[in-house]
């Protein structure tokens, strides 16, 4: 169990003011309204915005409307009061996106990698933290820290990569050396997570407490928000769903395995088993009425609908996503995946749920690394070891 910091007046301030933050973020709200959305009383919370307003995380915007009696002053969050950087590593490019606390995108940048090696990847992100920490002035910005999404299994709470997917990678304190490098308190995750943060703060996900997320393309992973919290696992592994076994004795995966569900509906197996050159000439032929390869995505939705159903039946979600460059073919496998779903789906737990296709590009996975960040960035210190953790609850957040 986490040490947890003693019980203080400053730690339950601090606890109070992500309260009302929480609130801020989602638009413009009163003093008053504050109190009663939050539970606590008026004097605390107009002390807590009068902390928030020093800082300058939040501003009064305009007056609202009354019933009789004083109009409230509303409140908003002060989106440009600072900066994060949200990051997603691929095997050739570093993407990176520059928001304000809002989550919404201010600047691009990208930058490519020409070889997997760690260093070559720190430098790349290095270089573009460099071009997006400086206005196109020249000034520099308000930077409260970096979210970096990478594909493989990643213990979150120390930032180092235990395997990398596409590189060989093994036991990387990848944060910390970012840090070093840069100078900023650096999140690394699994890049699906950066996709299903993305999805809570403006997909289909929004204020739904049980979402998984598939992602589809060359390989397969799987993000998970199980009662409103995002799922890593004990050791950051949790959604390795890409390798569940599907065949047995099936192809043989990267990861020494057999019949994997990649090695049967990732991009690599579909291009193999119709023998072209890239997954745009398959899909083409496939809606020009070739039947053989209709027939493939058609199997691929199938295989890939069982197992989602498989994951329904264990976490009965509320939602489920599917993302990835993958979904660009969804017109060919969605028909045999729906009807793999319902045959695969326990009687009764299909009742309310609700399938979402979301094809995001690569600058969505890195705007949802930035919001990783960000989540911190609203949550109290908590425990002792994260004294130096950037928290817009603390008064020295300025």
């Known amino acids: 169990m986490q040490p947890v910091r003693a019980g203080s007046k400053e730690l339950i301030r601090e606890i109070n003011a992500s309260l009302v933050l929480a609130e801020l973020r989602q638009g413009l709200v009163s003093r008053t309204e504050l109190a009663k959305r939050t539970g606590l009383s008026l004097p605390t919370v107009s002390e807590i915005v009068a902390d928030l307003l020093n800082t300058g995380v939040v501003e009064e915007r305009e007056v609202g409307s009354s019933g009789g009696g004083r109009r409230p002053v509303l409140l908003g969050l002060k989106a440009d009061a600072g900066y994060v950087i949200g990051i997603k590593v691929t095997e050739t490019r570093v993407i990176a996106v520059l928001t304000d606390l809002g989550a919404q995108i201010v600047e691009r940048a990208t930058e490519t990698v020409s070889g997997g090696d760690v260093g070559t990847v720190v430098r790349a992100v290095a270089k573009v933290v460099r071009r997006l920490g400086r206005s196109k002035q020249g000034k520099s910005r308000q930077v409260y820290g970096v979210g970096v999404g990478l594909a493989g299994v990643i213990d979150r709470a120390s930032g180092v990569v235990r395997h990398a997917t596409y590189a060989d990678w093994h036991d990387v304190d990848l944060a910390g050396l970012l840090a070093k490098r840069i100078g900023l308190p650096v999140v690394v995750d699994n890049d699906v997570n ?14 739904v407490s049980d979402v ?46 057999r019949g994997c569900l990649e090695t049967v509906i990732g991009e690599p197996a579909i291009l193999k088993r119709t023998k072209t050159q890239d997954i745009e000439q398959a899909a083409d032929r496939a809606r020009n009425g070739d039947r053989e390869i209709a027939e493939v995505f058609d199997e691929v939705g199938r295989v890939l609908g069982t197992a989602v159903g498989n994951l329904v039946n264990l976490l009965n979600p509320k939602l489920i996503v599917l993302a990835g460059e993958g979904t660009r073919e969804s017109d060919l496998f969605l028909p045999g995946f729906d009807d793999a779903l319902r045959n695969a789906v326990f009687d009764g737990l299909q009742r309310d749920l609700e399938i979402v296709v979301d094809d995001w590009d690569d600058e969505a996975w890195a705007q949802g690394a930035a ?25 020295s957040a300025s």
């Open 371 to 395: 919001g990783l960040f960000l989540a911190e960035l609203f949550q109290p210190n908590l425990r002792p070891d994260e004294a130096d953790r950037p928290s817009l609850t603390a008064r």
């Open 194 to 207: 950066t996709l299903v943060a993305n999805e809570q703060w403006f997909g289909a996900g929004r204020g």
């Open 212 to 257: 998984a997320v598939v992602s589809i393309g060359r390989g397969v992973g799987l993000g998970m928000v199980l009662d409103g919290r995002l799922y890593r696992g004990a050791g950051g592994g949790a959604g390795e769903f890409g390798h569940t076994k599907v065949v047995a004795d099936g192809p043989l995966c990267a990861c020494g395995g």
